[in-house]
């Protein structure tokens, strides 16, 4: 029998989980893949810091339109919602997670208020969390014209570029947030969002929940004890930031929700995205609720 396996999401849960046995304890047989949230895909990839931002035109969606090897993975809700109404994995209905995240500047930067940024180019990553967070805060501030976006790559990407001074602002979420505010950046304008699961379409359900019980038994743990836990951080982060950080400093960050994504949430969302042409005809979902979400007790 194949191992489930296991993308992680850049977070404490499932190290917690790991280090305490909870898995074994739900009998889940399990292995770790490399997460594409720490993975880099832009700016971080150019070895010379004098180098722009490249622009990069893919993101989690279109990761998880491509196919993804993992059992159970994660991404923005708004991402998670499309792919499974597209057929490319359905969406765990169960639970979902939220991320501290927020758009900052530089210490030096004189962006002080959120209507500061109104035409500064946001650094964001495509069809991410990132991007669909900063369209649904910048919009309640700024007119449409006003919102600049530029999508630099994934997390690691952008927190690269932003301590090169290679853009203005950017949106970071997690452990690259947290390095973010120990280098100095401030924090503009909040842009806390939801998390969502996609299980493959060959994931076992029981073993799905069987991770999701070793889950919460780890949120409680971080919940009750969070300053034991952070040290999983330096595994989420590239070791040339080791140096510079102090992890004690860091937030607990994502934080598991263990609440129904309901019909409600997941229309409302869809509209949003529809409504505000976030994608293209040709990548847009189709399939309702009941096909894309796993609703299994």
Known sequence: MKKFRIEPHGRLQEWVADEKG???????????????ATQSSGYALVQSTESAAPEVKRGAFENMEKGRPADISCACHWAVNMASSSGHGRMWGH??????????????????????????????????????SAIQALEKILKPDEIKLRFIGQPQDRLAALLNRKVDAANMFGAPLYVAEQQGCRKILDTTFMIGFLLHKDADVEDVKRYFKALQRAQRDIDLEPERYKHYFLKELPEKYHDMIDVGGFGPGERLVFEPYTREIFEQTHR?????????EGQLGTRDYEASVSMHE
């Open 22 to 36: 909870y898995f074994k304890d739900e009998g889940l047989d399990y292995e770790f893949l490399t997460s594409y």
């Open 95 to 132: 639970a979902y997670s939220v991320t501290p995240s927020a758009v900052v500047v530089p210490a030096e930067s004189s962006i002080k208020k959120p209507r500061d940024l109104a035409n500064v180019e946001v650094g964001v990553g495509y069809h991410s969390g990132s991007y669909f």
């Open 272 to 280: 949003w995205i529809e409504q505000e042409k976030l994608f293209p």
